[in-house]
C-alpha cells in the first residue's frame, strides 16, 4: 500500500538553485495537486492536474511549474529558488469527480532555502 | 471564494479532558466538510467527514457535525488521549475551484499524562 510517495524528504537549497520535488501514486487517481504548508496558514492549492497533460495553477503558483505526462506521477519544479519558498511540500491525489471523496497525501518535503 | 476558520491553538490538555476545536466556513452552495489530522513527521490523513447538513461524522471517538445554519462543523472528543496530541485541519470542498479543497490554518493539540 504504498499511496502517495513523496521525495526527497528533507532538501536544503541554496537561493537561485533550482530542483524538482517528486510525488508518484499507485491508486489510478486522475486528480493530483501540490500544496504549501506554512505556519498559521494551513495548506495553500500550488497546482492541481486533472488528468494526464492537464494542468493548472492554484492560489499560489508563482515560483513554481509542474507537468503530468503520466497519470501516475506528477513532479513540481522550482525554478529559482527563494527564501519565501521555505516550506513544507505535501503532495495529494483523489478521485475528481465527487465532492466528498477524501484527498490522500504524502508525506510531505521539508524545503529550506537559505 | 470558500475559506475555512479555525480556533487558533495551541489547545494543551490533560489525558481524559473533553475536547472541542471550532470551525466555521463560508461556502456558496453545499460544501463537504473534512477534519483532517497530521500526527508528528507525518502527511495529513482524514479523520472523518460530513457531505450535507445535519450529518455526523465520527472516527475514533471523534465526531463533528455539519450545521448549515451556523456554518460550523467542530470537532468534539470526550476523553483525549496522549496519543491524539497532533495538528487538525478544517478542511472544506466545495462546488467551484474545481473541487479544490480549502483548509484552515490548523490547530495544533498536546494533550498531557
Known amino acids: 500500500n504504498a499511496g502517495v510517495t513523496q521525495t526527497p524528504k528533507f532538501q536544503v537549497l541554496k537561493t537561485g538553485q533550482s530542483m524538482t520535488l517528486q510525488c508518484a501514486q499507485d491508486m489510478n487517481h486522475e486528480y493530483m495537486s501540490w500544496y504549501r504548508q506554512d505556519p498559521g496558514m494551513g495548506l495553500r492549492l500550488i497546482h492541481y492536474?486533472?488528468?494526464?497533460?492537464?494542468?493548472d495553477q492554484g492560489e499560489v503558483p508563482n515560483g513554481y511549474n509542474v507537468s503530468r505526462s503520466t497519470t501516475e506521477d506528477f513532479p513540481l519544479r522550482l525554478l529559482s529558488a527563494a527564501p519565501s519558498q521555505t516550506s513544507v511540500y505535501f503532495c495529494a491525489s483523489r478521485r475528481p469527480q465527487a465532492m466528498n471523496t477524501e484527498a490522500f497525501f504524502g508525506q510531505g518535503t521539508r524545503l529550506t532555502v537559505v | 471564494g470558500d475559506s475555512v476558520t479555525q480556533m487558533e491553538g495551541p489547545v494543551t490538555l490533560s489525558e481524559e479532558a473533553c475536547l472541542t476545536i471550532n470551525c466555521t466556513y463560508t461556502a456558496t452552495g453545499y460544501p463537504s466538510l473534512f477534519w483532517y489530522v497530521q500526527y508528528p513527521g507525518e502527511g495529513l490523513q482524514l479523520l472523518l467527514k460530513?457531505?450535507?447538513?445535519?450529518d455526523k461524522g465520527s472516527n475514533k471517538g471523534f465526531e463533528a457535525t455539519y450545521r448549515k445554519e451556523t456554518t460550523s462543523f467542530h470537532l468534539e472528543k470526550g476523553s483525549v488521549q496522549v496519543s491524539d496530541s497532533a495538528v487538525y485541519f478544517c478542511a472544506l470542498r466545495g462546488l467551484y475551484n474545481n473541487n479544490d479543497m480549502r483548509f484552515g490554518a490548523g490547530t495544533r493539540l498536546t494533550v498531557k499524562p
Open positions: 460530513a457531505t450535507k447538513a445535519d
Open positions: 492536474s486533472v488528468g494526464a497533460g492537464i494542468t
